[in-house]
């Protein structure tokens, strides 16, 4: 491997250094919440897709939809989300965060907000926003290669 290529593997290890430190500095700032870093995870992209049911939430997050039902029954125990039954498919359930959870939201954002500043403290406001539009762009490159068709040979059917 080449200088540039060292360097590049060096900068992607790099990113999920700072990924995993950043998830486990707000677990220490999180851990006197009462909820785990998945349990935040689950209520911060409820917030944000009210109503979606088990497998699309399961699927924006990622994980098995075994993982976030467990994680869901832990969630209603504690008050914080409700499921209802859909309308159009008697089989499925649909999320909603409950009045009890507005609290938890809003201490959520403050941990979040206490949890970057830890990491951009130092860091001038020029480099954070040059960071966030990088990180924004590399997001948007990364999401439109996932989603198009892996580039190869095709694959023929002969019956």
Not at 100 to 114: I, M, N, T
Not at 118 to 137: G, I, R, S, Y
């Amino acid at each position: 491997m080449d200088r540039r290529g060292i360097e590049c593997a060096y900068t992607w290890i790099s990113a999920a250094r700072v990924a995993r430190l950043l998830r486990r500095r707000f677990e220490q700032n999180a851990q006197d919440s009462g909820l785990t870093r998945s349990q935040w995870q689950v209520l911060a992209y409820l917030a944000n897709n009210e109503g979606i049911n088990q497998s699309g939430l399961a699927d924006l997050l990622e994980i098995e939809p075994i993982t976030l039902g467990r994680i869901i029954d832990k969630l209603r125990t504690r008050g914080l989300i409700e499921r209802h039954p859909d309308p159009f498919d008697r089989r499925v359930w649909l999320l909603h965060l409950t009045p009890a959870a507005r609290p938890k939201l809003s201490q959520l954002r403050r941990l979040g907000e206490v949890t970057r500043g830890e990491a951009l403290a130092e860091v001038p406001e020029a480099d954070t926003e040059c960071l966030l539009k990088t990180l924004q762009t590399l997001k948007a490159n990364l999401t439109d290669a996932c989603d198009a068709q892996v580039a190869g040979p095709k694959r023929v059917n002969h019956g």
